[in-house]
């Protein structure tokens, strides 16, 4: 009998499941482990520069699906309004 996959690699509860804003947003434990990549600090880093210094205040993420955009933006969102 050959053994499945599952009975040698463990997969974090984490990556199980895509983020979803509306049902991820005020739950503690959405964003358990999330890890800040450099490119998410830098469009944040970005979009701070252009809210001090200019009249933008709107912003459009584009990338790769399971890019960690929705993620990034739970983020934001936990630390703009979040407990």
């Known amino acids: 009998m050959q053994d499945k996959l599952n009975s ?3 997969v974090n509860r984490q990556f199980l499941r895509s983020v979803r804003l509306d049902t ?3 739950r503690a ?6 890890v800040l990549q ?3 600090h830098a469009a944040l880093e970005t ?4 809210l001090e210094n200019t009249q933008q205040r709107a912003f459009t993420w584009t990338g790769p699906y399971g ?4 993620s990034l933006a739970l ?3 936990s630390l ?3 407990s």
């Open 80 to 82: 703009a309004g979040g």
């Open 8 to 10: 040698f690699v463990k």
């Open 47 to 50: 979009m701070a520069n252009h």
């Open 29 to 34: 434990d959405a964003l358990h482990g999330y």
């Open 67 to 70: 890019g960690g955009k929705s």
């Open 38 to 40: 450099n490119s998410g």
């Open 24 to 26: 991820d947003f005020g």
């Open 75 to 77: 983020a934001l969102a």
